[in-house]
């Protein structure tokens, strides 16, 4: 039978982890954006050499499910930093947050450029050769014309990608990192109900989801009038 006293708890100490949750999911979202910004912009500019690493990463990001991409990067971040002390002579460590974070925006990074790209994309290239015949080069006109409106086309689905990357948090407790689903295991541990515990959890993830949703979509009308 289920308990909704248990389930009242559980609740309870869920919400002491949602700003932590809801934070580092920003800082992977904001991370991810600015790495995506990267690889769109090397795609739209065909450079050499780097457009056939992305395209490895890419396929990489898109067959590699992200909790072995955690586990991967769990154990190759440590040694990557241990051998750059040695030859910088600095003393660098790696804990399991900033594995998160790290991990984490490289693997939604591939995602958000093709959704900036195709941002990108809608701006019409008359709009290109105007700029040029003011005398503008790339990176200006890109920094002036194409990234305003390309943005003002890609936020909905950046806003959207955020409730993605805080679901996606639920697997960071497989390498030590406490987020709403970790929590309501050590609740379930505690108390040994375990059914409660997840449902607590899912309870949680629902109504946040949601209250983000409403938010984002009057957020996005408001974009789509500006």
Not at 14 to 28: H, K
Not at 132 to 145: P, S, V
Not at 154 to 162: C, D, G, K, M, T
Request: hydrophobic letters at 55%; glycine letters at 8%; proline letters at 3%.
């Amino acid at each position: 039978m289920v308990s909704a006293n248990l389930i009242i708890e559980d609740i309870q100490q869920i919400l002491s982890v949602i700003p932590f949750t809801l934070g580092t999911a920003l800082i992977i979202l904001i991370w991810g954006v600015l790495l995506g910004l990267l690889i769109s912009i090397i795609k739209i500019r065909h450079i050499p050499i780097a457009e056939q690493l992305i395209r490895i990463f890419t396929d990489y990001t898109r067959g590699i499910p992200l909790i072995i991409h955690l586990y991967i990067a769990n154990i190759v971040i440590p040694i990557i930093l241990e051998n750059v002390s040695g030859v910088l002579g600095w003393n660098i460590t790696a804990d399991s947050l900033f594995i998160l974070v790290t991990a984490y925006s490289i693997y939604v990074s591939v995602g958000q450029s093709e959704n900036i790209r195709g941002a990108f994309s809608s701006v019409e290239t008359g709009q290109w050769d105007a700029a040029y015949a003011c005398g503008m080069n790339g990176l200006q006109t890109l920094k002036r014309i194409v990234i305003p409106q390309g943005l003002a086309v890609a936020l909905p689905v950046i806003l959207n990608n955020y409730l993605g990357i805080i679901k996606g948090l639920s697997l960071a407790f497989t390498i030590g990192v406490t987020d709403i689903l970790a929590k309501a295991r050590l609740a379930s541990v505690q108390n040994y109900g375990y059914l409660e515990a997840y449902i607590s959890a899912a309870l949680v993830y629902w109504v946040l989801c949601a209250a983000l949703s409403l938010l984002f979509d009057r957020f996005e009308k408001k974009i789509k009038k500006w």
